[in-house]
Each structure stands twice: as C-alpha cells, then as structure tokens.
C-alpha cells in the first residue's frame, strides 16, 4: 500500500524510489503502528535543487478551502494585527516553535514584516542552544577559505552531505557572526580587536568563535534580549506544541499553524499562521543518557512526520564516548542528571587508561592507538564492550598520573565525582556513552522549506544536507544562524500572498485536556505513573538496541519491542478513558518519543552500509553506491497508532465546501 | 548598543572587562548553573601546586586587573589554564562542551 505523498511536493523522490527500487529497497513493516515506508535512493538531481524544483511546481494556483487564497499577482495580503477572537485561538502572521537560536534568529527578521508568536515549551532559553558552549564556525581569517571549511565539514559528514548545502552555509556564516556582533553577542577577541578563532578537531583552520565557555548561553542571551524589546513579537512560554494544523489542498499539504497545550493553565491554545517555522531542536531523550536538556523529545520531528513532512537520515544520531556514569558513582545523585557530563577527551589524551568492569583494558584490541584512537573508534568500543559484557558502564582511569597535574587540568571533574564521594585521583571515573546531537530530521531545501507548503524549518530539527553522516565540531549553530535567515525571504513572501479566513479556526477538532475530573484521579496518576515507566523503558531498548554499534537483528528487535511497548502503552490508555484527542505534557511527550525512536530505527534498518555514525556489524563498509540520504515518507493515517497520526481530525462539515 | 560593541572591539580598554562581566551576571540572575569557572574551589585544591602556566598568565593581566589575557594566544577574557581544543575537543576543566 502506498503512503500518501503529494504529487507536485515529493512525486521527484517517489519516482526514484521506484526506479531504484532494486537497489536495497525495504519494504513496510506491517507490525502495529509501524507504517512508515523509508527509501533510499540516488536522489537524481541535487538535494536542494530537487526540493525547491518540487516545492515550487507544487505552489501554484489558489487554496479555495476558504482558508487561504494564494494570489500571486495581486496587491500582499495584509498582516495579521494579533488578535484573539477568544483567548483559545490566536492569529499570527508568522508562528515559531522553538526559542533557540534558530527560531529567535528568524523571528528577529520576521517581525519587520508581520506579526509573530514564539511558542517555547519551558522558559525560552531552555534549548539545545544554551547548553552549546564550544564556539560557532565561520571563515573569519584571512588565511581561511571557504573552500576549506566545505572539505572539513564533507570530510566529517563521510561525503554525505549535499555539496550546496554546504557551500551556502560556509559562505553565508561569517555574515551571520558579523550580524550577531552587532546585534549585542559578545565574543572573545585579542588585543587587536580582531575575534579570537580558536581550532577544533576536525578543522584545518582556526575558525571557532566562542565567548568565553558559554557560547551557545552568550547568543541566546542577545537574541532573547532583542526578541523581549520587539513589539511585533509574542513570546508565549511553557506553551508545548501538540501538533500542526494542516490539511489537503489539492495535491499538496498545507500547514496553517499549530495547537499548543498551556502547560500552567493547563488549557488549548490554537495559534493560526500564515507561515509556521518549526525550530524546536532534538531528541536526545530518546536515550537514558544524553546532554540534552530534558524538552529535547523530538516534538518537531514528531509533529512534522504527523503532518506528512518527510524526513531524512535520522539514523546519525552523534553519540559522546565518555559521559559521567551515575551509575557508578559511590554516591547516587538524589536527582537524576538531566544533562550528562561529558568527559573531555584530553583525560585520555593526557593518559587516560580505559577499562571494563573486570579491569581489562579494551582498546588495544579495537585499535593499535589504543585510548588515542578516533572518537568515533572509542565509542564503538565502548558501546561493543558495554552489550557483550552486558555491563552499564566503563572505567576511565587518570589515576596513575601526578595529583597535581590531574587536580589543575581537570577540576571540574575532580570536583564533581568528589562530591558523589568518588577521587579520581585515586580511582578511575566511570563513564558510558551519552546522546548528543541529531544529524537528521525534517527535510528541508535550500531556504528552509519543507514538503509542506507553510511549513518551514531550521536548526537541529532539520536536515539540510549540512552534516551528512557526522556533524562537524562547531557547526550546529551556524546551520541554525544560516537557515533561519534563509528562511525568512520565502516567508515573508508567502506570508504577503496568503490571507487568512478567520474563521477557519474551527476547521479541525480541538485538542482535549485530560484531567482528573474526566478521567479520575487514580486513573490520571495510573496513566501518568505508567507513562514514566514506559520512556524509561523506551530509552532502554533505544540504548541496548538501537545505540552506536548496529546490527539487523538488533534493529529488528528494537522494532518490535518498541511496537509491543507503544501498543501496551496505548491500550492502557485508551481502555481507561483516553480518546484521540485527549492531550497530556507527559503522554504528548511519550507519543513524540515513540515516533521518533521509530524514525531512527526504521532509518537504521534502511542503510545497508556503514557510514559516520551510523555503524552496521553485518554491513561494516562504506559502500559508494548508497551514498544517498534516507529519506521516510510520510505514514498511512488509517493504520497509524497513536503516535503516528495528527491528533486533531478535519471537521466533516468542512469538507462539504469543495 | 551595537555601536558600543565596535568600538571596544577596536580599542579595548576599561570597558571590555565590564563587558566580560555582564554575561555571566545576567547567567546568574537567570538562574541556570554556574559556568565552570564561576565553581567555588574544592578542598584539594589548596593543596595544589599552581600550574606553572596557569601563574605566568596571571601576571599578564591587563590593568583593572579583571579581566585575563592569554599571553600565547593573546586572547582576552577567554579561558584560563590548557588551550581548550588542544585534544580536538572543547573542554574547560575537564568538562566537554563540544566536539
């Protein structure tokens, strides 16, 4: 059975698929809920070329559901003034989930055209962003080229990237530093003036920019401070997005904003928009352990493949070799660590020794360099190490070096295993692999823009083609700064040719709050209690299954072990009162996390090769020929479980118009 | 304001050390944890012999006092102690930010 695509949007991929159909081509898995078709294939044409040539023969003619109308030709439609009709649905010219420095970026430009709402889940700067404190990179020297920072970023990403992808983004970051200056983000300089550019592994250059250790916190701050200062912007907090607002016209998908849960009100909000950037970063909580804050669960991800967005390699999931271990330290956090403590790689460069629970030192027998091997060869061994011995943790040992030399170099560790009772100058640190970054995601052309028309999207909840299969050191927020930016042009435009129908608000069903008067208390902390347990276990399959180093029959069992667990989940629910459109932060959350950990996993199956990060013990090769991204259609709503269907349905009675 | 920026980034003078001040005052008051350098010490670390380094870049502060300059790189207000990529990585005391 076909999945749903929309000629005119993605019908170019859809023939490739086919025509290379013998290539590796994997078929739907049946299992419950499990309906998502992923392909790779040899894209025929570039990537952005391809994207922007489908988008562009998809946007023609008018929208005539009466809720948009698309006139190219006649005067820009005006802009929404923010208004409410009631305080449930709001209208906005532009709506941004996500306050990263993808999201604040765009709205920062956006709000010279229109009116625009920033819905951010927790407190804006809890993002990805703030926690990003190495630098951002840009040819900022002289003596640099962009030519350089292309091949460093194509070498890194295993030569899956997409050539123009990269090219735009490397030319376009030293502007997008420059304006960052201006705009109030202070960065360490030398005594000349000049930006003090620092080198990271992985670059031929010195080109990271960096304030201080708080890079990522230092632009978020200027951002956030111009954002607060706008007028034209409305930045509605602990607002978590449940799932967009799209419908068919034609052929093509459209997105006309997105419904949102008040999480202190614990109420529907319904924002409509003529333009919707989804900014709303990664999934590293589909692990145990990982250095996302906690709202990172794949919310973007989620909604946008429940929208029939495609999307692309989410099988390069960028793991950290060496995070604090909770579990072996002599005295337990009382809370759980909500982001690991990565352990820098200058402990083993400095002498570290790694060794396993039965204090065999490993290294030597996966590489001759041993602790001074590749990050990327570590973490395969620590990951190989950790499911043979079935053990949860390993042991990086500075002991046996001078107490002073490890107290000055490494305080932070020293101090933080101290205070869990534990001397790393006297006893080794343990320490397991930790997520880190999403290299793949919603699939988006050269300015952001995605399969669904008014959908746009930027930062790590985006493939572009940036990273291909492993991310550059550094190159994170200056995807974010060039996609955001790119995005505005296409925007705005669309925003100036769309008017909306005000009175459209009601075309979908509306999202439901579950509370303790609709289902009953007990029932309501069941659900809660079991949906808890059930991420915890969730993650568990992710990390034994589904982690660094890969194998078909492990993807295979992660596949159907996540289908059991979202079925038990699910019929739970629904047989003590949940409905459809039932919401809860904590079920919206878990629902996210299924669909994503499923993305990753059925992307995982599809590449029949080793790449980057993605790593297969019965495919241990690179193989030339699937040099190609993966790239999951969107699913079939009638066999989608919970997780993989849009929430809200289209009321009956709005069809009977066309 | 952006006009302030330039000109310190052309003539650094007194206002750059308020300048490094001002993001990590605003990084307390929103209430996030502190920023490694901002840990108060640990009790080993009165035992330990200053990082031979660590003192001579000490001494090339600039005047004011505040605000520290690395005599190799010539780098004002960054990190103190081991560059921090020399391992490819981003570190500050032990702690990987980047990489």
Redesign the interface.
């Known amino acids: 059975m076909a999945a749903y695509v929309s000629v005119g949007n993605i019908h170019a991929f859809y023939l490739a698929g086919q025509v290379h159909r013998e290539q590796s081509y994997r078929q739907d898995s049946w299992s419950s809920g499990f309906s998502s078709r992923t392909i790779p294939f040899k894209v025929p044409f570039s990537w952005s070329s391809g994207v922007s040539k489908a988008l562009k023969s998809g946007r023609c003619g008018c929208y005539s559901r009466g809720v948009y109308t698309n006139s190219e030709s006649s005067k820009p439609c005006a802009s929404i003034k923010a208004i409410s009709a009631s305080s449930s649905t709001k209208y906005y010219d532009f709506t941004v989930i996500g306050s990263g420095v993808a999201g604040l970026r765009y709205v920062l430009e956006v709000a010279k055209q229109g009116t625009v709402a920033v819905i951010t889940k927790d407190e804006p700067h809890e993002s990805n962003t703030n926690y990003a404190q190495g630098g951002v990179s840009a040819v900022l020297c002289p003596l640099d080229s962009v030519e350089s920072h292309m091949q460093d970023t194509m070498v890194a990403g295993a030569h899956l990237c997409d050539e123009e992808t990269v090219r735009v983004v490397c030319t376009e970051g030293p502007e997008r530093i420059r304006e960052l200056i201006a705009m109030g983000a202070s960065f360490d300089h030398g005594e000349d003036g000049n930006l003090h550019l620092a080198r990271e592994g992985g670059h031929s250059h010195r080109r990271i920019v960096h304030a201080a250790d708080m890079t990522g916190r230092e632009i978020e701050r200027a951002l956030l401070e111009a954002v607060l200062n706008d007028p034209n912007i409305s930045v509605f907090k602990h607002h978590f997005a449940i799932d967009l607002l799209t419908s068919q016209d034609g052929l093509s998908t459209v997105c006309y904003g997105v419904d949102t849960l008040n999480i202190k009100t614990n109420e529907v909000v319904r924002f409509i928009s003529k333009v919707t950037l989804l900014a709303s970063g990664g999934a590293g909580h589909i692990y145990p352990s990982t250095t996302n804050p906690l709202v990172a669960t794949g919310d973007g991800m989620a909604m946008a493949h429940r929208a029939q967005a495609v999307i692309s390699n989410m099988e390069f999931v960028q793991f950290h070799p060496t995070a604090l271990a909770d579990e072996g330290l002599p005295i337990k956090p009382q809370t759980a660590r909500e982001n690991a403590f990565l352990i820098t790689e200058a402990v083993r460069g400095d002498g570290g020794i790694l060794y396993n629970l039965g204090m065999e030192r490993f290294m030597p027998v996966y590489d001759e360099r041993a602790e001074l091997a590749p990050r990327d060869v570590v973490a395969r061994s620590i990951d190989d190490q950790l499911k043979k011995r079935k053990e949860k943790y390993v042991l990086l040992d500075i002991s046996h070096k001078p107490r002073e030399k490890i107290l000055a170099h490494f305080p932070n560790i020293a101090c933080e295993c101290l205070k869990h009772g534990l001397d790393i100058t006297r006893q080794p640190i343990p320490v397991v692999p930790a997520a880190h970054y999403m290299c793949g995601g919603v699939r988006a052309a050269l300015q952001g823009e995605t399969n669904v028309l008014g959908l746009f999207v930027a930062g790590e909840v985006a493939c572009t083609g940036l990273h291909g299969a492993n991310r550059l050191a550094s190159n994170s927020l200056l995807e974010a700064l060039v996609f955001a930016r790119r995005a505005v042009q296409p925007s705005t435009d669309l925003m100036k040719r769309t008017k909306l129908d005000l009175s459209a608000s009601e075309k979908w069903t509306r999202p439901v709050v579950a509370t303790a008067r609709s289902l009953g208390d007990e029932v309501l902390s069941k659900i809660i209690a079991l949906t808890r347990e059930v991420r915890r276990e969730l993650q568990e399959v992710m990390w034994k299954y589904v982690g660094i180093v890969r194998s078909t029959i492990r993807l295979n069992t992660a596949e159907r072990k996540i289908a059991e667990l979202e079925a038990k989940w699910e019929t739970f629910l629904f047989e003590h009162g949940w409905e459809q459109t039932v919401v809860a932060l904590e079920a919206c959350e878990m629902r996210n996390l299924f669909c994503c950990a499923k993305l990753v996993v059925s992307s995982a199956l599809a590449r029949h090769e080793s790449r980057g990060l993605h790593y297969m013990t019965d495919f241990p090769f690179v193989e030339e020929s699937k040099r190609i991204p993966t790239i999951i259609l969107p699913s079939s709503p009638t066999t989608a479980s919970w997780s993989s269907r849009r929430l809200q349905n289209i009321r009956s009675s709005s069809l009977v118009d066309c | 304001?952006?006009t302030n920026?330039?000109v310190r980034?052309?003539?650094?003078s007194g206002s750059v050390s308020s300048?490094?001040l001002?993001?990590v005052s605003?990084?307390f008051s929103?209430g996030?944890p502190p920023?490694?350098?901002a840990?108060s010490?640990?009790p080993?670390?009165d035992n330990?012999?200053?990082?031979q380094n660590?003192q001579e870049k000490e001494e090339e502060e600039e005047e004011g006092g505040e605000e520290f300059?690395n005599k190799d790189?010539?780098?004002?207000?960054?990190?103190r102690?081991?560059?921090?990529?020399?391992?490819?990585?981003?570190?500050?005391?032990?702690?990987?930010?980047?990489?």
């Open positions: 304001m952006a920026k330039i980034l052309i003539a650094p300048r490094f001002e993001p605003r990084f929103s996030t920023p490694p350098q840990q010490p640990t080993n670390q330990v012999k200053p990082d660590l300059m790189t010539g780098e004002i207000g960054g990190p102690g081991p560059e921090p990529t020399r391992y490819g990585d981003w570190e500050q005391r032990g702690r990987c930010s980047d990489f």
